[in-house]
């Protein structure tokens, strides 16, 4: 699934309009670490994998910066512990 997913840097936060519906990921970033702290998708678009493909993204942006991650959501600790490949990440 390719999502047009936006970095709005002013909000602290990633989103992708889907369907009309506002998905977002809300973050707190201080000294080049990433705390994710909200992954939210509307029921109404729920069950398509939106939520995977954001926090992929998210991870791949934290990489390229070089940024740490402390997944405070749930969703985020989850997503890191079933993929690996971003246990480098980790704060």
């Given at each position: 699934?390719?999502?047009?997913?936006?970095?709005?840097?002013?909000?602290?936060?990633?989103?992708?309009?889907?369907?009309?519906h506002r998905c977002v990921i809300?973050?707190?970033?201080?000294?080049?670490?990433?705390?994710?702290?909200?992954?939210?998708?509307?029921?109404?678009?729920?069950?398509?994998?939106?939520?995977?493909?954001?926090?992929?993204?998210?991870?791949?942006?934290?990489?390229?910066?070089?940024?740490?991650?402390?997944?405070?959501?749930?969703?985020?600790?989850?997503?890191?512990?079933?993929?690996?490949?971003?246990?480098?990440?980790?704060?």
């Open positions: 699934m390719t999502l047009p997913i936006t970095h709005n840097t002013q909000a602290h936060c990633f989103e992708a309009v889907v369907d009309g809300d973050y707190v970033l201080h000294n080049q670490v990433i705390t994710v702290t909200h992954t939210g998708v509307p029921d109404a678009v729920g069950g398509r994998g939106i939520a995977a493909v954001m926090t992929q993204h998210v991870l791949q942006a934290a990489r390229t910066a070089g940024w740490k991650v402390i997944p405070a959501c749930t969703y985020t600790a989850a997503y890191m512990r079933k993929h690996t490949e971003f246990s480098d990440l980790l704060e």
